[in-house]
Structure formats: structure tokens, C-alpha cells
Nanobody, 123 residues
Framework: QVQFVESGGGLVQPGGSLRLSCAAS????????MGWYRQAPGKQRDFVAA???????YYADSVKGRFTISRDNTKNTVYLQMNSLKPEDTAVYYC?????????????????WGQGTRVTVSS
């Protein structure tokens, strides 16, 4: 059983910034590739960013240059720094581990998801 606890969301104006955190209960957290996903109202959950166990990063085209993913293996936590936020970034953000080396599709590894953290970008 694995648990993910996301936090850090909120209401922010366009152009603002937020830093999301995701704490994972999984043992051996450091060996997992980790990812952030988001689900906007009425839409499917989509990939946002990933960080491998070795620290390589991948981003969806829509967030490249604005978002930065990082991790702290001593805290079993992955972060998402979001800058230059746009209204279209409004969504509930989730984290999950990734299927190993699935750097084309970035499929989530675990079927269980956390409660997510809501990000609203609006003036």
C-alpha cells in the first residue's frame, strides 16, 4: 500500500507562483521515478512533469520553461515549482510513481491516488 499526500495548492493570480509538495509513504522512495499529473474540471488526468530516480526531468510541452520538478529523497517528497501561472493551469494536481523508464507515456505506477491539491489561477 502506498499513500501520496499532496499540498501547497491555492488561489493565485495569473503570472503568480506556487510550490506544490507530495509526500510519499513508499519505502525505497529514491528508486522510483516520480511524476505530477493534473486534472482540470471535466477533463482527464494528464501528465505534467516527471523526475527519474537519477534526477533527470521531463515536462509536458504546456509547462516547459515555467514549472520545475525536484525531489528530496531524505524526506520522501517530490516538489513542483510553478511560475508564470496561467488560467489554463487551473486543476487538481496529483503525484504518483511512474512505470519504470516509461518516458514516452509517463504512465502512473500505482492505482491509488492521493486527494490532490487544488490550484486555481484567476484574477
Amino acid at each position: 500500500q502506498v499513500q501520496f499526500v499532496e499540498s501547497g495548492g491555492g488561489l493565485v493570480q495569473p503570472g503568480g507562483s506556487l510550490r506544490l509538495s507530495c509526500a510519499a509513504s513508499k519505502r525505497n522512495f529514491s528508486v522510483y521515478d516520480m511524476g505530477w499529473y493534473r486534472q482540470a474540471p471535466g477533463k482527464q488526468r494528464d501528465f505534467v512533469a516527471a523526475i527519474t530516480s537519477s534526477g533527470s526531468t521531463y515536462y509536458a510541452d504546456s509547462v516547459k520553461g515555467r514549472f520545475t520538478i525536484s525531489r528530496d529523497n531524505t524526506k520522501n517528497t517530490v516538489y513542483l515549482q510553478m511560475n508564470s501561472l496561467k488560467p489554463e493551469d487551473t486543476a487538481v494536481y496529483y503525484c504518483n510513481a511512474l512505470f519504470p523508464k516509461d518516458y514516452a507515456r509517463f504512465r502512473p505506477l500505482f492505482g491509488s491516488w492521493g486527494q490532490g491539491t487544488r490550484v486555481t489561477v484567476s484574477s
